[in-house]
């Protein structure tokens, strides 16, 4: 007789995906704590997922990596169960699918700034019929092939994150709040001083009214608001106004803030 143990074939699907999980809690309104990754270190995300936060976000617009760096991260930062999230360089459909074929909890989208281009960026994440996302099943996505259902529960468990970094944007956010895909509306708190005329005030009346314009329409439609900040007290102070996908800062701004700190405190002392 063969014996199959608890950690074979009939134990259910394994591995560093989330299915869906980062997803269910944001449209169940968890408050959330990331991080965005720009060092390009597998070793930093995983010093970061260590530290528990609730998913990180390997930043492929400004960060130092490629989107090589996704397949490494995402079972670095699984291992610790935080799921990770890429923000994608532009909204072409390739960008897209390849970091969701490569277990990508979610995917984020910069300055989109109409309901048009947010439909077209959203359509990426969901196969045909209902997008024009590539399919494929030789991948992580799809467990190598061994996980056939994973296509049909794919429209599911993709958390659409659609950023709000423009005046324009701003104006069209009740738009771009309507469409059924996006997850999270997520303002970059510094491009979006740059485009109103106040570039890193973010107390100007203008960035605050901004500010609850977006908060606005994420409550009428349904939907997250997010943004970042540099740090856990500001981040504690977003999510009491509402805010709940909320990133504190990066890995990089967080290394060179301790390190600032630390030596401040040394020579202050000497």
Known sequence: MVRVSPAGPDAGPRGPLDGGALRRRARQGDVTFGTFLGMASVMAAEA????????????????????????????????????????????????????????????MFPRLQTGAEVDEALSHLRYPPEGDRGVATYNRACRFGLDPGALARASDEVLGVVQVESARAV????????????????????????????????????????????????????????????????????????????????????????????????????
């Not at 989107?67 to 390739?94: C, D, I």
């Open 48 to 107: 970061c997922a260590a530290a528990g936060p609730d998913w990180l976000l390997v930043d492929l617009e400004h960060g130092a990596g490629g989107e090589e760096q996704v397949s490494a991260v995402v079972p670095a930062a699984a291992a610790y169960g935080v799921p990770t999230l890429v923000r994608v360089e532009s909204a072409a459909r390739n960008r897209a699918g390849r970091v969701l074929d490569l277990g990508a909890a979610g995917v």
């Open 171 to 270: 104006a069209n956010v009740e738009e771009m709040a309507a469409n059924a895909g996006v997850d999270v509306l997520f303002v970059g708190p510094r491009d979006l001083s740059h485009d109103l005329g106040v570039p890193g005030d973010y107390s100007s009346p203008l960035f605050v009214s901004a500010l609850e314009a977006v908060l606005a329409a994420a409550r009428r439609h349904g939907k997250v608001a997010g943004t970042m900040v540099g740090d856990g007290a500001s981040a504690a102070r977003r999510a009491e106004q509402g805010w709940s996908f909320i990133a504190i800062a990066s890995d990089v701004a967080l290394l060179a803030g301790a390190a600032q700190a630390q030596l401040g405190e040394a020579r202050g002392r000497s």
